[in-house]
C-alpha cells in the first residue's frame, strides 16, 4: 500500500478536500489527509500525507507559512477577499512609502480577529454557516505571529503584492483586511499563493494533472520521514529497535550526544517512530512502521 506525503501545487477553485478525494481514487487509499487549509481560491504548497503517513499529519500544521498575497486597497467585502460580496469602495491615493509604513505595525505578535467567512467554530457552530445565513457574531482576537511582512510589487493604482510568513492560524485576507484599515481606505485580498507550508516549499510540489499522468503515482511520494528532516537521527539494534515495535522505553546503552526529538530507525534503516530523548532514556511519541 503507498505510504509517504505528496506536496501538491493547488490550483484554484479546488477545495482542499477536493484534492484529497482525487487522490483517494487515484492511490486506492482511504487514509489520506492534508496539512493546512487553503481556501478554493488560494493555490500553492498544500502537503498531504498518504497510508501511514497520515499519522504525522498532527505534527504538519504547526510550523510557519509563507504566502504571496494580493492586496486590494480601497474595497471591502464580507468575505475579506474579492469573492465576496461588496461592501464599501473608497478611492485610493496610497503611496508605496504609506503602505511600508502602515506594513510596519502588522510584523511581529499581533491580535487579530477571525474572519466570519472561517471555519472556526462558536458555540458549536462553524462561523461560515452563521455568516451564509447573514448572522454575525463576536469573534475573541487571537494572537498570531507574523515573522516576515514585505511589499514586493506594485501592480496597479489600488493593487499590490505582499510576501507574508506567518505562524499558524493566521488569515492572509483578514491581514489585507485591517493593512486597508489602517489605511483608512479600506481592502482585501485579491489572490492567494501559499509558497511554503510544513517545511514545504513550491519547488517539492507536483500538479494533480502531474499526478494523473503519472505511469507510477507512488514514485512520486516523499518518505513520511521527510517530514521529520530535521530532527537528528538515532539507529537502533535489533534488540533494542524489537522494543521500540513493541511500544516500550527504550534505555541507551549510551546517551547520543543530544536530547529532545529524534528520528529513530532500525537496523535495516526503516524508519520506525519520532521519539523523545532524555539522557539515555528513549520513548516514542509516534510510531510510522508496519505492523
Known amino acids: 500500500m503507498p505510504n509517504g506525503i505528496i506536496v501538491i501545487d493547488k490550483q484554484s ?4 478536500m477536493d484534492v484529497c478525494a482525487k487522490l483517494r481514487g487515484i492511490f486506492r487509499e482511504k487514509r489520506i489527509g492534508h496539512a493546512g487549509t ?6 500553492g504548497v498544500l502537503p498531504v500525507f498518504v497510508g501511514r503517513a497520515t499519522r504525522a499529519v498532527e505534527f ?3 510550523g510557519e507559512k509563507e504566502y504571496v498575497a494580493g492586496l486590494r486597497l480601497g474595497l471591502v467585502t464580507n468575505t475579506q477577499d474579492t469573492s465576496g460580496e461588496v461592501l464599501e469602495e473608497h478611492p485610493v491615493s496610497v503611496t508605496e512609502e504609506a503602505l511600508e509604513q502602515a506594513l510596519e505595525q502588522f510584523r511581529g505578535e499581533i491580535q ?3 474572519p466570519m467567512y472561517s471555519a472556526i467554530k462558536i458555540n458549536g457552530k462553524k462561523l461560515y454557516e452563521l455568516a451564509r445565513k447573514g448572522r454575525e457574531v463576536e469573534r475573541p482576537a487571537r494572537t498570531v505571529t507574523i515573522h516576515a511582512l514585505t511589499l514586493e510589487s506594485r501592480e496597479g493604482e489600488a493593487d499590490f503584492t505582499l510576501r507574508v510568513r506567518c505562524s499558524k492560524g493566521t488569515y492572509v485576507r483578514t491581514l489585507c483586511h485591517d493593512i486597508g484599515q489602517a489605511l483608512g481606505c479600506g481592502g482585501c485580498m485579491s489572490s492567494l499563493r501559499r509558497t511554503m507550508a ?7 510540489a507536483v500538479t494533480l494533472e502531474e499526478v494523473q499522468k503519472a505511469e507510477d503515482p507512488a514514485a512520486l511520494l516523499l518518505p513520511v520521514d521527510a517530514y521529520f528532516a530535521g530532527r537528528p537521527m538515532l539507529i537502533l539494534p535489533a ?3 524489537k522494543k521500540v515495535r513493541n511500544g516500550m522505553t527504550v534505555i541507551l546503552p549510551q546517551s547520543p550526544g543530544f536530547s529532545g526529538e529524534c528520528r529513530v530507525y532500525g537496523e535495516n534503516k526503516e524508519f520506525l517512530a519520532l521519539s523523545r530523548v532524555n539522557g539515555k532514556k528513549l520513548e516514542t511519541i509516534k510510531s510510522f512502521f508496519s505492523v
Not at 198 to 204: H, M, N, T, V
Request: negative net charge.
Open 60 to 62: 504538519a500544521g504547526e
Open 112 to 114: 487579530q480577529v477571525p
Open 13 to 16: 477553485d479546488w477545495t482542499s
Open 38 to 43: 487553503l481556501d478554493p481560491m488560494a493555490t
Open 198 to 204: 510544513a517545511g514545504f516549499i513550491l519547488e517539492d
Open 239 to 241: 534488540d533494542l529497535e
